[in-house]
C-alpha cells in the first residue's frame, strides 16, 4: 500500500492504494475506498442559494473559483453526487473551509 498520486484539491488526496490481482495474474493498483466526511467536522464559512440555472460546476466556480471543486460543496453537506445539490431552486447549500481546517476563533 502507498499514498496515492492525486493532487492537493483532488477528492481523493491521501487515499491510499492497494494492489491485486486480476483474473490472468496481472498486478492492478486501485484506491482505497472513500468515506464521507461528518458534515460537523467542516467549519461553515457562509451559505449559497441554488438558482434555477445552476449545474454543479457553475455553482462550485461561483463559490470557489474552481469549477472542479464541486465534489467540496457535497462534501460539506452531506451529499454522495454532485447533481443533488441543485436538484430545487432555492435550497441553501452549506459554504464550509476544506474538511479539518478550523475558522480562527477573535478574541
Known amino acids: 500500500m502507498s499514498q496515492s498520486s492525486f493532487s492537493p484539491d483532488s477528492r481523493y488526496y491521501g487515499i491510499e492504494t492497494a494492489e491485486t490481482k486480476d483474473r490472468d495474474g496481472q498486478d492492478v493498483q486501485y484506491i482505497k475506498r472513500r468515506f464521507m466526511p461528518q458534515v ?12 434555477s440555472s445552476d449545474r454543479p460546476d457553475l ?34 447549500l452549506r459554504v464550509t473551509l476544506p474538511e ?7 478574541d
Open 59 to 92: 455553482v462550485a466556480h461561483t463559490i470557489f473559483k474552481d469549477a472542479k471543486a464541486s465534489w467540496r460543496v457535497c462534501d460539506a453537506n452531506g451529499l454522495m453526487h454532485p447533481e443533488a445539490m441543485v436538484v430545487d431552486e432555492g435550497t441553501v
Open 100 to 106: 479539518g481546517i478550523k475558522v480562527p476563533k477573535n
Open 40 to 51: 460537523e467536522k467542516f467549519s461553515q464559512t457562509g451559505t449559497y442559494e441554488v438558482k
